[in-house]
């Protein structure tokens, strides 16, 4: 299972490194059904002057619409701990699982989710943080507005 998580988390970082070369935020994510990923999204506020699409929000959107049903079967990928409105969309739609690439950069509201029955998997890469850690020593102002501070 972890192979599994690991081969998904990595698409979910080549989401946040098409991002960062577009000159924004280096946060993506993907949901997978059945093993097959059926959305991808990379943080995207910078590049269509957005005030929504988190990496989160924009791999939902590229999913499409789906059946309430379809959302439960799901697992959300994100290579940061999803912030107080990407919670809110995967507490809406019922996805049972988030696995994370890490949340030493940002810690989202973890502890509600899992109160709510979202089961959450950390698998603290190192990748995943040097590139937070980058981005956030580069560039506080762009960041601190993301996360509405």
Not at 4 to 20: D, P, R
Not at 91 to 97: A, E, G, N, W
Not at 123 to 133: G, I, R
Request: net charge positive; proline share 3%.
């Amino acid at each position: 299972m972890k192979n599994t998580h690991i081969k998904f988390m990595n698409e979910a970082i080549k989401e946040a490194k098409k991002g960062l070369r577009q000159g924004g935020i280096p946060i993506g994510a993907v949901l997978v059904k059945g093993g097959k990923i059926i959305g991808r999204g990379h943080n995207r506020r910078v590049q269509k002057k957005s005030a929504i699409l988190h990496a989160e929000m924009d791999c939902l959107e590229n999913a499409g619409r789906l059946k309430a049903s379809d959302y439960k079967k799901c697992v959300i990928y994100s290579t940061l701990s999803p912030c107080d409105m990407c919670t809110g969309a995967i507490l809406l739609y019922k996805i049972p699982t988030v696995v994370i690439g890490e949340n030493k950069t940002f810690k989202g509201p973890e502890g509600y989710s899992k109160k709510r029955g979202v089961k959450f998997i950390n698998l603290n890469m190192a990748e995943c943080k040097s590139m937070m850690e980058s981005f956030i020593r580069e560039n506080p102002r762009l960041w601190y507005e993301d996360i509405g501070e």
